[in-house]
């Protein structure tokens, strides 16, 4: 927002608070305290106890690498691995570009556009947890799921939905899709209320349709967002671990068992912590590649604008 | 058609829409726009119906619509899903448990926010970069040393001394693990950023320590930030699940969410009664929403996302 403000009046900054450090740092305390408690010094201590024999969750000695190595040679590392990456795939084939072009055509719209926007909010606003089960009563096999019985009225017979091996992670993804494209959608949305109308205007003088507005004007405009959005997707879904517990409990034979979900079976059913702690640290390391990928993607793009 | 008079310029223009061809456009992206409402809207309408639905009836009619539908009938399975899924309790345990949650965050976030907007003592800079870092660190990382932090909180791990408190089947955890968001701190900073130095230096020459700055100039500036972020933090405490399905084990003091899972364990509700279950669960959230709509309809704005 107004960041500039402050920046040109630098040299005054802080010059009223001037003999109150440790009163200043007093209003920061909390958070910073439950910061350290509840994200810097948990992350820390994963990584360090992610080499530690523990049992229960007590940890007892150093020994290495060697719940990595446990982790990785599991026989279902690969599987999970591939899951996890079927659900970033499927999330950004059909999770990505719906809520751009939704936003890009309620931004066009001057009838009803009050009212669509409300409809198009409702997924959003039902907690996730009741989104998944009332996706998994949609997804029945038998007759008295909501698809199933749009299929039998349509003639065809009934599918199996999630207890399609080769599908149930597009199903899942199509129903956490519908959960969070309005609140994508909304983001994108008040992007385009700041491209300016000037630049529209100006390209339509110089004779560019209406494909090529998209394409020149929009499009450049939006790309923070759009990238950032991206990258945050990709985080949120490599993470995924509520809606295979709440839809399928990681099945049918571990088809939509994610990474996210094989970390609280170690932590918390299976009892084997140091394992969760290690495959916590192979998430983090991923993730933060992405991270990196990022910054340096935005920082190309703010180069070239 | 006088409406598109108004249209302000964007990839259609007012020309465009004079033409046929743009009026076809204009009208395919309406029609994309009403199915993608059956999409959202459908789900919705057919978890009413069938929650209002017999068990049998579920099973051998392939209706859409409720075959016996009055008011009485309507009356008759709100209670008995009520009585049958017993949610009074985790209702009133969510409420407790949002409203402090409420009180924490805020407070917690928004005297961060303080500090790092207007105070700025020595370092805070840095430490501030630091806490936005945070917002890129995957949270799965620390759901397991977390959990075993609050075995003996404030302490690691258990230690040889048996001292740290147990907080687990306590709210302390979320409630506290809830409390600092490094996004709400950026939003609070940005929000006080834009209120002008002059008037802060007006009340310190009248003589106005640092809290009463805080709470008569910049509260009181604030008030749309602080609505947006107070929805953001009920409706998101509305609809924490797994963090309360770890931590709380007592069924006495179990949350809504978590509820509404184990509900769909119970091989004992049928269909009916798990969707009206579903529709209860989602009631105070489309409360929030209908309340305050045009501040999270537009609250993005107000956040200002970087892009």
């Known amino acids: 927002m107004s960041n500039t403000e402050g920046k040109t009046k630098k040299p005054k900054r802080g010059s009223y608070f001037k003999k109150s450090f440790f ?16 994200i810097w010094r948990p992350t820390v201590m994963g990584f360090v106890w992610s080499m530690f024999k523990m049992k ?59 009212k669509i926007m409300t409809f198009l909010y409702l997924p959003a606003i039902i907690p996730a947890i009741a989104v998944s089960l009332l996706w998994k009563q949609m997804y029945d096999p038998t007759s008295s799921g909501l698809l199933n019985s749009l299929l039998i009225k349509m003639g065809f017979s009934p599918y199996q939905w999630l207890n399609d091996k080769n599908f149930t992670i597009l199903w899942i993804i199509v129903s956490m899709t519908w959960k969070s494209f309005p609140g994508a959608m909304l983001l994108y949305y008040s992007a385009l209320q700041n491209v300016s109308q000037d630049l529209y205007e100006a390209a339509t003088i110089d004779g560019a349709g209406m494909i090529r507005r998209a394409w020149y004007v929009t ?16 985080i949120g879904v490599f993470q995924v671990m509520e809606q295979p517990l709440a839809m399928t409990g990681g099945g049918p034979d571990g088809a939509s068992a994610s990474l996210g979900y094989q970390l609280y079976r170690y932590g918390f059913v299976t009892q084997r912590v140091g394992h969760a702690m290690a495959l916590g640290t192979i998430i983090f390391v991923f993730l ?18 | 058609m006088s409406k598109f008079e108004n249209k302000t310029t964007g990839l259609l223009t007012n020309v465009d829409l004079k033409g046929t061809k743009g009026k076809i456009i204009y009208w395919f992206f309406f029609a994309v726009l009403i199915v993608c409402c059956i999409i959202t809207l459908f789900p919705a309408v057919w978890t009413v119906f069938t929650s209002l639905k017999d068990p049998k009836e579920i099973y051998t009619s392939t209706k859409f619509f409720p075959e016996h539908l009055s008011w009485n009938i309507f009356v008759t399975r709100v209670c008995d899903s009520w009585n049958q899924l017993k949610f009074g309790r985790s209702i009133l345990n969510t409420f407790y448990y949002s409203i402090v949650q409420w009180v924490i965050k805020l407070t917690v976030c928004m005297f961060a926010g303080y500090t790092f907007s207007k105070l700025k003592p020595k370092g805070s800079t840095m430490v501030f970069a630091l806490i936005l870092w945070t917002m890129m660190m995957p949270g799965q990382m620390r759901m397991v040393p977390n959990y075993i932090s609050y075995m003996s909180f404030p302490f690691a791990s258990k230690t040889e001394f048996g001292i740290g408190i147990n907080l687990l089947d306590t709210y302390w955890p979320l409630w506290l693990g809830g409390a600092v968001d490094a996004f709400a701190i950026m939003l609070f900073k940005n929000a006080f950023d834009g209120i002008s130095n002059s008037i802060i230096e007006a009340a310190t020459i009248d003589g106005a320590g640092k809290l009463r700055i805080f709470f008569i100039i910049m509260v009181p500036l604030c008030v749309p930030i602080i609505i947006y972020e107070s929805i953001m933090t009920l409706s998101g405490a ?39 279950g579903l529709i209860i669960g989602s009631i105070p959230q489309l409360l929030i929403f209908a309340f305050f709509k045009k501040y999270i309809m537009g609250g993005i704005n107000v956040g200002g996302v970087k892009g």
């Open chain 1, 219 to 234: 499009r450049p405009q939006i790309m923070g967002v759009l990238i950032l959005n991206f990258v945050r997707q990709i």
């Open chain 2, 238 to 276: 509305w609809s924490n699940f797994f963090g309360p399905y770890l931590i709380i084990q007592t069924t006495t003091k179990q949350l809504l969410p978590a509820k509404i899972f184990l509900m769909g364990n119970d091989g004992t509700v049928k269909q009916n009664t798990y969707l009206m």
């Open chain 1, 23 to 38: 009163s200043s740092w007093l209003f920061a305390l909390p958070a910073l305290i439950l910061m350290y408690l509840f």
């Open chain 1, 288 to 305: 933060i590649i992405i991270t990196i990928f990022y910054f340096r993607l935005n920082k190309k793009l703010e180069e070239s604008l």
């Open chain 1, 56 to 114: 229960g969750y007590k940890p007892q000695y150093f020994i290495g690498m060697q719940n990595y190595i446990e982790v990785v040679k599991d026989t279902q590392f690969i599987p999970l691995f591939r899951n996890t990456l079927k659900y970033v795939l499927w999330s950004i084939v059909i999770g990505f570009l719906p809520p751009v072009l939704l936003a890009v055509i309620v931004n066009e719209m001057v009838h009803f556009k009050q």
